[in-house]
């Protein structure tokens, strides 16, 4: 199929990219890396009046370290997080993530702020965000706002960007000291979307103790584990314990069933990747003096 008629846009700044999304009606849609926008229009499920081309923005496809922070600029190629030595030294969950989304050729071309907009149930990158508790740079003409990861999932391809909105640029915090971090996930075949996945962050103390915890599983948009996280606040890492928090986490929340998997396979699935994960990430803290690159 060939998508339906479009008027084409290729802004070569942000102001103009955002002048031009001010002036364009509901019907303008940014194409980043193409590779979910492209198949969606091809099949005619989504037909953008009007596309704004954002390859010839440069000044969106940055990673930079600042004061501790990580920002990623919107362009920013996915592959391009596991690549960054800066990305792997202090930020390796997003490195590990980032490998597991589709194959090489997709992430060669998919775009961070792309997977981020775009928020398909189980992305990684969602879920990686929320869990280190990055911030989301939205930019429209003559102005700005700053939304928390957290806040910015609404549901299943549902986000809180708004009309005349572009996301501009992904701030991530620095990990604290005594830090460790870990993803998994569970698909049919390699480089499919995940069934299930869960990515956590666990700090201890100067005793071993979890100081701090974060844990989010996938679903159609990233599930926090806040009743969990609370839960090991204050223990000494175990089995028992990341095993009680894991099944804490999947108690009551919604999961989808199709044709891939039924909500209680993914519930199931989800309690033992985050016991994994939390085990995992907490390994990984013991054995890191720091993790700031
Ligand atoms: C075979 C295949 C397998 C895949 N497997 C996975 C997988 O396992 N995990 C996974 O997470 N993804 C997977 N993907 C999707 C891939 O990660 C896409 O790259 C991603 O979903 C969208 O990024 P993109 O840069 O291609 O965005 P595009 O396709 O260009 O855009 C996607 C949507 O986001 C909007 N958008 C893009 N950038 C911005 C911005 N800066 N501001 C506001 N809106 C914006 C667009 O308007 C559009 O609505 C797969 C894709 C394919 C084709």
């Known amino acids: 199929m060939k998508p339906a008629v479009f008027e084409y846009f290729d802004p070569t700044s942000v102001s103009e990219t955002v002048a031009l999304l001010a002036r364009l009606d509901e019907d303008a849609r940014v194409l980043a890396g193409g590779q979910s926008l492209v198949p969606l229009m091809n099949f005619r499920l989504a037909r953008p009046a009007h596309l704004v081309d954002l390859n010839r923005v440069s000044e969106l496809d940055f990673l930079s370290v600042a004061g501790g922070e990580l920002r990623i600029g919107a362009m920013t190629r996915q592959r391009a997080l596991e690549r960054s030595r800066d990305v792997g030294a202090g930020w390796p969950l997003l490195r590990e993530a980032a490998g597991y989304i589709g194959h090489v050729q997709i992430r060669n071309r998919g775009t961070v702020g792309g997977s981020l907009a775009h928020a398909f149930p189980s992305a990684e990158?969602?879920?990686?965000?929320?869990?280190?508790?990055?911030?989301?740079?939205?930019?429209?003409?003559?102005?700005?706002?700053?939304?928390?990861?957290?806040?910015?999932?609404?549901?299943?391809?549902?986000?809180?960007?708004?009309?005349?909105?572009?996301?501009?640029?992904?701030?991530?915090?620095?990990?604290?000291?005594?830090?460790?971090?870990?993803?998994?996930?569970?698909?049919?075949?390699?480089?499919?979307?995940?069934?299930?996945?869960?990515?956590?962050?666990?700090?201890?103390?100067?005793?071993?103790?979890?100081?701090?915890?974060?844990?989010?599983?996938?679903?159609?948009?990233p599930i926090r584990a806040q009743a969990a996280e609370d839960a090991m606040l204050g223990e000494k890492p175990s089995e028992a314990l990341f095993r009680d928090a894991a099944r804490r986490a999947v108690a009551g929340i919604e999961q989808d069933s199709d044709m891939h998997a039924d909500a209680g396979y993914r519930r199931r699935a989800c309690a033992a990747l985050a016991r994994r994960a939390l085990l995992q990430a907490a390994q990984r803290a013991a054995a890191s003096r720091s993790i700031r690159p």
């Open 125 to 221: 990158l969602p879920v990686v965000m929320v869990t280190l508790g990055a911030a989301l740079v939205l930019r429209r003409e003559g102005g700005e706002r700053i939304v928390a990861a957290a806040d910015f999932f609404l549901g299943a391809m549902t986000t809180a960007l708004e009309p005349g909105e572009l996301l501009s640029e992904v701030r991530v915090p620095a990990t604290a000291a005594r830090s460790g971090t870990s993803f998994h996930e569970v698909s049919r075949r390699y480089g499919d979307f995940a069934l299930a996945g869960a990515a956590a962050l666990v700090s201890l103390d100067r005793d071993g103790a979890v100081a701090g915890v974060r844990l989010t599983l996938t679903g159609s948009a």
